[in-house]
């Protein structure tokens, strides 16, 4: 099989793409072989050994795919081959075969593309259990979504708009606040050239927003923070910025807010039905026409390096993907 493999830790160009003998499936595993992968912004990180998971030498980037199950190991019971699925592996999709448990896969319904599949879990996946298990999302509210462009920041309006909620969308430029009202942002906030704090405060008439939706971290932590409504949720979800804030703690006392952790990759392996049954909410929104995930672009994995360059430069809007 064709594979792409991290030898040493650098930048994208590091990157090679090198044959490999194909994997066999032990008990309890599937082979699937996969028909796209998609990328994300922790790809950048690991490939650099600058993630939380610094996997063993040499590994494939790449936590997301979608594909058709090869073969399967003794003891599968839930699958067959043939059967159309997707799945999340946190690291190694970035080949034409991978090898998954039954626990880190969800049967992908005919009608939505492998394309489409391979680039949901991650991103809405994370976004879905944020508001739902985490923040207890109630139509009507307001949500500020900070960092809207990209690809958790997308998946956040989408699915917040989807849920009832207000969202203002916070970004960096008018070309990705653009984005993100086509998308269904009910209002936009440029942070690069307008006080977070304040101007969420009056895009909501003085009373703060319901639920802060964080994925990057920095200096807007503390502003979107003291921007939070009587009782509202601060999700953390990541620092795409780099830094990771330190908060003071009396404006959650103050405000009797609540900072809520969204860690949804072991979310994922602590409540795997839960987690099945978020992906089930996804997809019946995508077959239904209500959620239509916006890929930025597809390339051959040749040209992986070039995605992630592209991932890094934050030129992305929505989903990268990639096929082998």
């Known amino acids: 099989m064709k594979a792409c493999l991290c030898k040493s830790f650098g930048s994208p160009e590091t990157l090679v793409i090198e044959t490999l003998p194909d994997p066999v499936p ?4 599937l082979l699937i072989r996969v028909k796209a992968f998609a990328l994300n912004f922790f790809d950048t990180l690991i490939i650099q050994g600058k993630y939380q998971f610094k996997p063993e030498m040499p590994f494939s980037p790449s936590a997301e795919f979608a594909g058709v199950v090869e073969a399967i190991g003794e003891g599968v019971d839930e699958y067959a081959v043939g059967d159309r699925v997707m799945g999340y592996i946190r690291w190694g999709a970035a080949r034409e075969l991978v090898l998954a448990s039954e626990d880190e896969l969800v049967k992908l319904p005919d009608g939505i593309s492998f394309e489409e599949a391979a680039g949901l879990t991650v991103t809405y996946g994370t976004t879905l259990h944020a508001f739902r298990d985490r923040a207890d999302l109630a139509a009507g509210e307001r949500v ?3 960092g809207a462009s990209g690809g958790v920041g997308q998946a ?3 699915i917040a708009t989807l849920m009832g909620a207000d969202v203002i969308a916070c970004a960096s430029s008018e070309e990705k606040l653009a984005f993100a009202r086509e998308i269904g942002a009910w209002k936009t906030l440029d942070y ?6 304040e101007t969420l405060k009056a895009l909501t008439n003085g009373e703060g927003v319901d639920v802060v939706y964080d994925p990057v971290g920095g200096d807007l932590s503390e502003q979107a923070l003291r921007a939070t409504a009587w009782e509202g949720r601060y999700l953390v979800v990541g620092f795409a910025a780099g830094e990771i804030p330190k908060m003071p703690l009396n404006l959650v006392m103050l405000k009797g807010c609540d900072v809520l952790g969204v860690f949804w990759g072991e979310a994922v392996v602590r ?4 987690h099945r049954e978020n992906m089930a909410h996804l997809l019946n929104w995508v077959a239904e026409g209500k959620l239509k995930p916006h890929i930025h672009a597809v390339y051959p994995m040749e040209q992986i390096s070039d995605a992630l360059g ?12 990639v096929t082998p």
Not at 271 to 274: E, I, L, S, V
């Open 26 to 29: 032990e008990e309890g595993q």
């Open 156 to 158: 956040a309006v989408e």
């Open 192 to 197: 690069s050239a307008q006080p977070l704090k």
């Open 310 to 321: 592209e991932i890094a430069d934050r030129k992305v809007r929505g989903k990268v993907i």
């Open 271 to 274: 409540d795997p039905d839960g």
């Open 144 to 146: 500020a979504v900070l």
